[in-house]
């Protein structure tokens, strides 16, 4: 198997060793976990397991790498969007 699977800290390090880095989503991860045993507990052998029965089904998607520029419009907009929030609840509470 020449194929690597890294979490999303250290994607932006594997871009440069090429690496294909990929997202699981954490609820099908969950509903996968209940399945293979039929109980709800947790650790993290199963979650593992989960998570690389997933990836070997397919059950991924791709990180896109993004620019600097485009994760500071991202924090930004992130920033206005709770200041617009605040403001809104600041106006009702003085109507």
Not at 13 to 20: D, G, K, N, Q
Not at 64 to 81: C, G, H, K, P
Request: with cysteine; proline share 1%; net charge positive.
């Amino acid at each position: 198997m020449n194929h690597l699977v890294v979490g999303i800290d250290i994607a932006q390090l594997t871009h440069v060793a090429r690496a294909e880095v990929v997202l699981v989503n954490l609820h099908l991860v969950k509903k996968n976990k209940e399945n293979r045993d039929n109980t709800p507990s947790k650790s993290d052998k199963k979650d593992a397991l989960a998570i690389a029965d997933m990836v070997k089904n397919g059950y991924y998607s791709f990180i896109r790498n993004t620019t600097e520029a485009f994760e500071e419009l991202r924090v930004f907009l992130s920033n206005r969007d709770f200041v617009v929030t605040r403001l809104v609840w600041i106006c009702r509470q003085h109507e």
